[in-house]
């Protein structure tokens, strides 16, 4: 159980008043309630989003038993050129609103835009979005990944993307790199460099 200041997040894309990918927002939220506090009553997320009608905006949902904030944030894209491979212990299985952790692992690798976490040889997932790897046929995608989310879940279902293990040591096998995440969707990389 986490103590009471645990807050855990959620963060939903809206674009000119539109809902993104909320069926696997509720799902990864219902079952972070259930992990933490057991049997809680049932919360629709849309019944407590009120999206702006214009713009492009970062909704982050912040919530222990219940829904403790909701706010809107207009959205601005992080750019990244660089990434670096670095192993972390981190444990990040749920989407907590803390990420100091994560802050902490980008901070000290100054070097480059972002980080590739590793975890026992294995890539995992950058402190903002899941990863995705081309082979020149398909798209993979680390079988575990830091934190499971909602895009990744969504195109694994769809079947375009595959889960396998995934090492530093052949990234010589794929082509191309993409970050996934609820803002920026599916976005491949390119001119990218990882260290």
């Not at 909602?150 to 079947?159: I, P, S």
């Given at each position: 159980m986490p103590a009471d200041t645990t807050l855990l997040l959620e963060t939903i894309r809206i674009e000119n008043g539109e809902v993104f990918n909320l069926p696997y927002h509720q799902a990864r939220f219902d079952k972070s309630r259930h992990d933490f506090y057991g049997n809680t009553p049932d919360v629709d997320l849309a019944l407590h989003i009120q999206p702006p009608a214009q713009g492009l905006f970062r909704c982050r949902i912040l919530y222990a038993d219940t829904i403790r904030h909701i706010e809107y944030l207009p959205y601005v894209p992080k750019t990244i050129h660089s990434l670096k491979i670095v192993p972390s212990d981190i444990d990040y299985r749920y989407k907590y609103a803390d990420r100091s952790a994560l802050d902490a692992l980008l901070h000290a690798h100054t070097e480059a835009d972002e980080v590739i976490i590793e975890q026992n040889g294995l890539l995992c997932d950058t402190t903002i979005a899941n990863l995705a790897f081309f082979d020149g046929t398909r798209w993979v995608t680390p079988q575990r990944p830091l934190l499971e989310g909602?895009?990744?879940?969504?195109?694994?279902?769809?079947?375009l993307l595959h889960p396998e293990n995934i090492t530093k040591e052949n990234l010589k096998n794929y082509t191309h790199v993409a970050l996934m995440n609820a803002m920026i969707g599916f976005k491949i990389l390119n001119h990218m460099h990882i260290q």
């Open positions: 909602t895009m990744r879940a969504m195109y694994l279902d769809k079947g």
